[in-house]
């Protein structure tokens, strides 16, 4: 499966930006989604993930009930809405895909096996 990210850009604290992560090739419902980002000179972490076939939803602590991650099986896209962003939201978000990721290791970036390109967020203070 192909990934392209989208959706990046510039926004003003408390605001709010959707980004997507398109799939091509095999039916994308059959794959974990995750989201990560990774900012300069950090390491990357996990942010979101939605499992395969419409399953459940998990966030990193730093995002809860500020973020939504969703899919549309149909459109082959899962979205990651992102609300009250805060300049510590400032990274490169990647999307990543797996067929086979159980549940203990959604959070693991080594566990997704297909990568998109990045989509630049950047939050002014």
């Known amino acids: 499966v192909q990934l392209q990210a989208s959706g990046g850009g510039l926004v003003p604290t408390g605001g709010s930006l959707r980004v997507s992560c398109a799939a091509s090739g095999r039916p994308f419902s059959s794959y974990t989604v995750g989201w990560f980002r990774q900012a300069p000179g950090k390491e990357r972490e996990f942010v979101a993930a939605i499992r395969r076939n419409g399953g459940s939803t998990h966030y990193a602590d730093s995002v809860k009930g500020r973020f939504t991650i969703s899919r549309d099986n149909a459109k082959n896209t899962v979205y990651l809405q992102m609300n009250n962003l805060k300049p510590e939201d400032t990274a490169i978000y990647s999307c990543?895909?797996?067929?086979?990721?159980?549940?203990?290791?959604?959070?693991?970036?080594?566990?997704?096996?297909?990568w998109g390109q990045g989509t630049q967020v950047t939050v002014s203070s």
């Open positions: 990543a895909a797996d067929m086979s990721i159980i549940l203990s290791s959604i959070r693991d970036t080594r566990q997704y096996a297909y």
